[in-house]
């Protein structure tokens, strides 16, 4: 399996909701990512996991809140976003910390702010 | 800051074409360069890891090429197909960090027509 799941892969809602996006992987990669795309640009990373612990951030809105419960899984808590946060998430692993290892991506959830 | 620039920004060539796709990147110091393609709408697919020590790396109808001095990459796409119709994004991951944040380029997008 060298797949890396993202759900949902659409997503709409208001701007009081509170909602949650989910990545996935049996890969047994120890460190996860996640990413922000907007429309018609490369994709900015927002935060990276290594061993289930938050290791960077990127300066990211706190109205965005990761999650990682265990090495498989990564999540993304949702929270009072603005129309300016709609873009595509993407999720990435990688087998370890090394930076000099390949990165997988999921195939994203496309969120939309209303 | 590490900044990644691709060019050209779009191309669009008939089947069968041999195309070089270009990548610069302003700081040398970096652990390995990654080339991804991107389906409209889709996550990202890895197509090549150039590891810093590397001069380039093949798969199948794909050659990428490194030159880390000099800050540039190129992908060479052989006896192209209107399957391969894609946006295609480079990304290095820059040596001051451990971890693999990726930065990515700018994106060629890529047409080839029947």
């Known amino acids: 399996d060298t797949e890396v799941t993202q759900t949902p892969k659409h997503l709409v809602m208001g701007m009081t909701n509170k909602k949650s996006l989910k990545c996935e992987q049996h890969m047994g990669h120890r460190a996860m990512y996640w990413y922000k795309q907007k429309a018609k640009k490369p994709p900015e990373l927002m935060f990276v996991?290594?061993?289930?612990?938050?290791?960077i951030n990127e300066s990211v809105p706190s109205r965005f809140s990761p999650e990682c419960p265990n090495s498989s899984l990564l999540n993304l808590h949702l929270h009072a976003l603005q129309p300016e946060d709609s873009a595509l998430y993407l999720c990435?692993?990688?087998?370890?910390?090394?930076?000099?290892?390949?990165?997988?991506f999921g195939q994203g959830t496309r969120l939309t702010v209303v | 800051k590490q900044e990644v620039t691709q060019i050209p920004a779009a191309l669009s060539v008939p089947e069968g074409e041999n195309l070089v796709l270009n990548c610069s990147f302003t700081?040398?110091?970096?652990?390995?360069l990654q080339w991804f393609r991107q389906d409209p709408g889709k996550g990202l697919t890895s197509l090549l890891l150039i590891q810093s020590s590397q001069r380039e790396q093949t798969s199948g109808r794909l050659n990428a090429s490194l030159d880390k001095s000099s800050g540039r990459s190129t992908l060479y796409i052989a006896a192209s197909q209107p399957g391969d119709s894609a946006t295609y994004l480079c990304?290095?991951?820059?040596?001051?960090?451990?971890?693999?944040?990726?930065?990515f380029g700018t994106g060629t997008r890529l047409l080839v027509s029947p």
């Open positions: 990304a290095v991951s820059p040596s001051d960090t451990g971890f693999q944040k990726l930065v």
């Open positions: 700081d040398s110091a970096i652990y390995n």
């Open positions: 990435a692993s990688s087998p370890r910390q090394d930076p000099n290892t390949e990165a997988f």
């Open positions: 996991y290594s061993y289930e612990k938050l290791s």
